[in-house]
């Protein structure tokens, strides 16, 4: 089943997103479970309480705690980066501002049936592939870790040294090969070094900061690729 949260204080456009949440489901047969939210309040104590989502379509705009402050929470406070996030708003002025809430989309009222598709596939796509697994070697042992778990690898010489939210150990081998089955969810900022995107939380020309507050250098010759490649995320 995938979880799914709408947050917006119009009522239209919860009436909206409802009947286009539907109309996917069917299409698709994707076996969506949807709760809404007229408050970033009421999201909130949800989550609080226990609750937990796969995907979130959050405005921006609330009288009282708006979109990028329950992101914000929801990313530095509770430390969750697994949630996905596609805001939503009247106004388009708010790209840099959202860039470190690492949204998966925008969608720009009043929602377009064929914008909202597209966004629901890109969110399948990631879905589909959160529990893709990296193998490495060690102790002469196969084993496999969920990509999602790490936070960057480096080369260090004939090893691979793989950092975590929880160790950081060394394995024999490429980084290229042991990042091969998810290519495109890594990225290099510098020689041997490859993050992954998914914990990116800030980035400046020079240094890149990771969801366990951890900051890595850009080297020079990799600073067009990785602001090319942010830019489409």
């Known amino acids: 089943m995938i979880r799914i949260a709408v947050t917006d204080d119009d009522l239209s456009v919860l009436e909206r997103l409802k009947e286009y949440l539907s109309r996917f489901d069917v299409s698709f047969e994707s ?10 309040e009421e999201l909130n104590e949800s989550i609080r309480a226990g609750e937990s989502y796969d995907l979130i379509f959050l405005d921006i705009e609330f009288k009282g705690m708006n979109g990028t402050e329950f992101g914000t929470l929801l990313r530095r406070k509770m430390k969750n980066y697994d949630t996905q996030i596609v805001f939503i ?16 989309d925008f969608l720009i009222k009043p929602i377009d049936e064929s914008e909202f598709r597209r966004c629901m596939l890109l969110f399948m796509d990631r879905y589909r592939s959160s529990d893709t697994f990296l193998e490495y070697t060690l102790d002469n042992i196969r084993h496999r870790i969920r990509s999602r778990e790490v936070l960057y690898i480096e080369s260090n010489r004939k090893k691979a040294v793989i950092h975590t939210r929880s160790s950081t150990f060394s394995v024999y081998g490429k980084v290229s090969d042991i990042i091969e089955s998810d290519r495109c969810g890594f990225l290099c900022i510098s020689r041997g070094v490859y993050v992954n995107v998914r914990h990116i939380t800030d980035v400046s020309p020079k240094e890149i900061h990771l969801s366990d507050n951890s900051g890595l250098f850009i080297s020079r010759g990799c600073q067009n690729a990785v602001r090319d490649r942010l830019a489409g995320i």
């Open 89 to 104: 708003s009247s106004v388009q002025e708010h790209a840099m501002e959202l860039f470190r809430i690492n949204p998966i």
């Open 31 to 40: 076996d969506i479970h949807t709760e809404f939210y007229s408050s970033c």
